[in-house]
């Protein structure tokens, strides 16, 4: 296992342009999470899944955010109509069922211009 | 107040001392995690601990429960160590909560 892959790892949209990243989170860990950090600033959250139940969605997240995971495994996050204002590191966790360990991913970079 | 707070925000040291980074929090938790985040570089995991202490090479993470503090200790520090370190801890409803991490930057 590789550990939690996050694709693409950058990626350039021009506004108003959909955009979706991928998280691969490790082999069997239940918990997926999303965050968003902004330059310079802490992690957000955005939202998680316990297997493929999305259990909690941040106020941060407009309407044009939507996250899935449809088998409990890979993850995917989609940002509609994008801003300039969403620009940031797109970053995935995921955590173990017995949650003795927790892994993050390299993060995707979203700049839009 | 955030739930997660860590001290100091920044902190600046000669290479070869001894450092200390502080968290506390005031939610319960199931579990405390120590992060390391280079300059625009993606964030690797440095311990996940819920009780006592954890040790890799000079890195050293130690938990009070009772006291909800956690501190994360770098021994013999080097200039490749400068990075930010976040404390991060999941809570009872297994959300992660950040700190808002501290800026190491060890001088040559």
């Known amino acids: 296992d590789t550990g939690v892959s996050q694709d693409p790892r950058h990626k350039i949209t021009k506004r108003g342009q959909n955009v979706t990243f991928r998280c691969d989170p490790i082999s069997e860990h239940n918990r997926l999470y999303w965050y968003r950090q902004t330059l310079g600033q802490g992690p957000e959250f955005l939202t998680y899944?316990?297997?493929?139940?999305?259990?909690?969605k941040s106020r941060l997240l407009s309407d044009r955010f939507s996250a899935e995971r449809p088998k409990g495994s890979f993850s995917t996050l989609e940002i509609q109509r994008t801003e300039q204002g969403d620009s940031a590191m797109y970053l995935c966790?995921?955590?173990?069922?017995?949650?003795?360990?927790?892994?993050f991913g390299q993060g995707t970079r979203l700049t839009v211009v | 107040k955030n739930e997660v707070e860590q001290s100091p925000q920044n902190l600046t040291a000669q290479e070869g001392e001894f450092i200390t980074i502080n968290c506390s929090y005031s939610v319960g938790i199931s579990a405390l995690h120590w992060l390391q985040q280079h300059p625009g570089g993606g964030i690797v995991s440095l311990f996940m601990?819920?009780?006592g202490k954890k040790k890799h090479g000079r890195l050293i993470a130690t938990i009070n429960i009772q006291e909800k503090h956690s501190s994360l200790h770098i021994t013999a520090s080097h200039p490749r160590d400068s990075a930010v370190y976040i404390c991060?801890?999941?809570?009872?409803?297994?959300?992660?909560?950040f700190g808002k991490g501290t800026r190491l930057h060890i001088l040559p």
């Open positions: 899944f316990q297997n493929e139940a999305q259990l909690e």
């Open positions: 991060a801890a999941f809570d009872r409803d297994d959300k992660i909560i």
């Open positions: 601990l819920s009780s």
């Open positions: 966790a995921s955590r173990d069922r017995a949650g003795t360990e927790a892994f």
